[in-house]
């Protein structure tokens, strides 16, 4: 059996009501000044001030920075530490959203503690002080950011996604509340729940996999795959057995990391204006397909778990099903996406921390014809 190492460290409070009880658990933990991070359209959908408001209801003086774009750059969180220098001294991050807005509040935390910019931390372990204590609440069944220690920051000059990861920058507690799923717009449902399953899927053959990591992740796509179409289809459709699978997914993740899908995924965002989850809904079928020549037994117990016939190629099929029911684009053409830039996206890939964790080992050659046949 593998060896494991497994730490966990995040109170995890889910349940429907549960941002409810945000100013509690806010001082409960840390206390007086608190700022809360979130995007443009969590304030337009009056999230953002049931937040603040719990927040400033429990006694925690409250500022809150809400320019947070999607793919959080190093100038967002720039921006962000900026907002919380100007507003006096910082005691508690509280962070509302999905991936983008959990990402940018863990890279303002490591600026505002131990100073210096976002590339200093890139890698694992780089921050030599204590962090804020924080809280996670996602706003998305998604990218389970909050489960995790790493913050995916785009570099500005450079585009380059950094992954920037530290014990101490993980959330001390993560509010699961299926009510704010509500407000998700189709698209965001279909992007972010492909992303969560892909989670699911790539951490559970991933070479970091361990008995722990797995279950994780088996338990994540067996909430996942089953009400993945009816959420996308209506929001209020088993947005519980949703936002719990992708949590348990982006634990998984945390103890055993990804594969190929997302390496490729990484350089398609980075050219093209596609979603994180529209850029693994094209790739992660081709990968598992490659895969399966080294671990199709695996993809066969997926399988099993929702009543699929078959293994590596009954499973990629049946993602193609469901990402064409959830409107997803098919093909790297219908996405514009131009043949002659597939090599510079292969080579980029290769390099992608990532891919290395791929239970196939891949080459640049092997991303390219990744591409290809995504193409």
């Not at 953002?48 to 003086?61: M, R, S």
Request: hydrophobic share 45%.
């Amino acid at each position: 059996m593998t060896p494991f190492d497994f730490d966990p460290s995040i109170r995890v409070v889910f349940g429907a009501g549960t941002l409810d009880q945000l100013g509690d658990l806010a001082i409960a933990l840390a206390g007086p000044r608190a700022l809360l991070v979130t995007d443009p359209g969590l304030v337009q959908a009056g999230l953002a001030e049931q937040a603040y408001h719990a927040l400033q209801n429990a006694g925690l003086k409250t500022t809150t920075f809400s320019a947070v774009g999607e793919n959080p750059t190093t100038e967002h969180v720039a921006a962000g530490v900026h907002h919380a220098r100007s507003h006096g001294p910082i005691d508690l991050i509280v962070a509302l959203g999905g991936g983008s807005a959990m990402d940018c509040a863990k890279g303002i935390n490591f600026l505002l503690t131990n100073g210096g910019q976002m590339q200093d931390y890139q890698g694992y372990g780089k921050a030599a002080q204590s962090m804020l204590p924080s809280i996670g609440i996602p706003t998305t069944a998604g990218t389970g950011s909050e489960a995790q220690s790493y913050a995916l920051i785009t570099c500005g000059d450079t585009n380059a996604k950094m992954a920037c990861g530290d014990r101490k920058a993980r959330f001390h507690i993560a509010i699961l509340d299926p009510n704010v799923l509500t407000s998700v717009p189709l698209r965001v449902r279909a992007d972010a729940g492909i992303d969560a399953l892909a989670h699911a899927v790539e951490s559970y053959v991933s070479t970091r996999r361990t008995p722990l990591s797995q279950m994780f992740a088996r338990q994540a796509w067996q909430l996942l795959a089953p009400h993945y179409a009816a959420a996308v289809a209506d929001p209020q459709n088993a947005a519980d057995a949703m936002l719990l699978g992708a949590h348990l997914a982006g634990t998984a993740i945390e103890n055993s990391m990804l594969g190929a899908a997302h390496a490729t995924a990484n350089p398609l965002t980075t050219r093209y204006p596609l979603s994180h989850g529209r850029a693994v809904a094209l790739m992660l079928p081709h990968v598992i397909r490659l895969n399966g020549q080294v671990v199709d037994d695996l993809y066969g117990e997926l399988c099993a778990d929702i009543q699929l016939n078959g293994s590596a190629l009954a499973l990629a099929a049946h993602l193609e099903e469901l990402c064409a029911m959830a409107g997803l684009p098919r093909r790297l053409a219908d996405c514009q996406v131009a043949a002659s830039d597939l090599p510079a996206m292969a080579q980029e890939a290769a390099g992608q921390w990532t891919g290395t964790f791929n239970p196939l080992p891949l080459q640049e050659a092997d991303f390219l014809r990744l591409y290809e046949m995504a193409f």
